[in-house]
């Protein structure tokens, strides 16, 4: 911070009058806004010099070519830091988010969308001339090597967080596949990376495009597919097509298209960009416990169902049967389509974090059982859970796990009650212990039954340490 403010000072001969973070998103980046009198600036605190110079460069390229980029003041010697132009606090996520909670997106609000999609062809055949895609971190273009990786994200960071069994080869194979497809033919124009509304500032009813440090060399429809197929903007098919009609329409200044072709392999782009986004759901989610990653899974998973349904994926054909059984999973059930109260039980692990509500209604009870006497301290236990025969037998006899669970029962009891009596459809229970293994495990296994047997209702019960779930009704 204060290395921020002396850039702030020597940049603009002022100290600044106030100095505040802005709200975190994804990336470990610090955005802070500072001020002073009339002047406000961006100030921004990287992880890689790298990334931060890639960032100023293309900034600067777009700037010069008359686009609407952030202007970049000073850039500090470690290439740590930099100072950009303060676009306000108004981004097109937003006014989307705000949109469909007054029930859809009014006109005011597809004409910024047509807007966008038709600024995106100057962005992408303008910035890259005579742009010099060295500079670009950490790779110069989107090659087979950077698809990889991508792929790999979601086998290792979503699909085996599922549990699910799968052979690697396979997999493999049909990743390999993908990736030619991708390459095939592509133009090499400017590639944002990161296209999405989050990145589109408004300001004076103009859209304004930030955070595009992970932009490289690449083709024209992985940027579009980004933006159209963001899982919480949620367009519908009639919107996507329009939009995409918009596309093509201001990218004929560039180069001509074949309506039909380009539409065809959009498919596999948004095939490619849903697994990616996946993947990084599943890492800031699961891993770093970010809610509004986990709340965004299921609107993804939506994405990904409609697009098997529409789609054969003929040419990989293991990848599509894996994806639709992976769709099918009980995990992913849309809420919408449940109907009554549905108590989501979940033991796990304090070690590596508090379980986030899936239903997006912010979480339920949580019930520390560090308290009670762990039977993992005995070696005959160590590899056992709360579900095998000899833990359960070991808690039966703790008298503090019994009253632990009586007043349990009563706290929930009284909320279940509440909840069928108003109608309200989700309540979510968690249980932690220290490893998510044996006292935790046996209080939610306990809670299910006693919920099943006394209400009736719906239970999602996880263990997720285990990666083991199962619905009781």
Known sequence: MEKLQQLF????????????????????RRYYRLVAGDSSLIGAVGTSPRENRAFAAIARQMRGQGLPAPEIYAVSDDGMRYLQEDLGDTSLFGLLMEAQKRGGYDEAVI???????RLLPDVQWRTAEGFDFSVCYPSPELNRRGIQWDLHYFKYCFLKATGMEFEEERLEDDFDHLATVLLKDSDQVFMYRDFQSRNVMIRDGQPWFIDFQGGRRGPVEYDLVSFLWQARARFSPALRRELI???????SRYRPFDEEDFNRRLQYFVLFRTLQVLGTYGYRGYFEHKAHFVQSIPMAIDNLRSLLAENEFADMPYLTALLREMTALPLFVPY??????????TSFSYKKGIPDDLSGNGGGFVFDCRAIHNPGRYDEYKQLTGRDEPVIAFLDKEEPMQEFLAHVYGIVDYSV??????GFTHL?????????????????????????????????????????????S
Do not use: W
């Open 9 to 28: 000072n020597q940049h603009t001969g002022s100290v600044a009058d106030t100095c505040y973070q802005l709200t975190p998103a994804g990336s470990p």
């Open 428 to 472: 979510m229970v968690s249980f932690g212990c220290t490893g998510g293994q044996h006292r935790s495990v046996y209080s939610a296994e306990h809670l299910a039954a006693h919920l099943r047997d006394k209400y009736g209702v719906k239970v999602v019960l996880e263990h997720r340490e285990q990666n083991k779930l199962k619905i009781e």
């Open 336 to 345: 919408k389509e449940e109907t009554g109260l549905t108590v989501r039980v």
């Open 245 to 251: 009609g918009e596309y093509l329409r201001s990218a």
């Open 417 to 422: 009650e509440k909840y069928l009596s108003r």
């Open 111 to 117: 004409a910024l969308l047509r807007s966008v999609v």
